[in-house]
């Protein structure tokens, strides 16, 4: 077997579940992602926004800034990672 018959593989179930409740990642949206993530457009939004998905893909917060979105990461327990 080579190293890549070797890979452990996962379905999108088991890897959402893979940090859940332990780990975060922050991505960075532009308002109208925001609009359909709230419902509605953010007071004041006029540049990038930041929002802290939990490990599921589950949208957790947004933030006018990405220090923010750490902040809030740290604050809820969750080791924040950034998707780029």
Do not use: W
């Not at 007071?43 to 006018?64: H, M, R």
């Amino acid at each position: 077997m080579n190293a890549t018959q070797n890979r452990l593989r996962l379905s999108d179930i088991e890897f959402a579940r893979l940090g859940g409740g332990h780990l975060a990642y922050i991505r960075e949206i532009d308002a109208e992602k925001a609009s359909v993530l709230l419902g509605e457009t953010p007071a004041g939004a006029t540049g990038p926004l930041f929002c802290l998905y939990g490990a599921d893909g589950t949208p957790i917060a947004i933030s006018v800034s990405k220090q923010a979105a750490m902040a809030n990461a740290i604050a809820n327990e969750l080791l924040p990672m950034t998707v780029h």
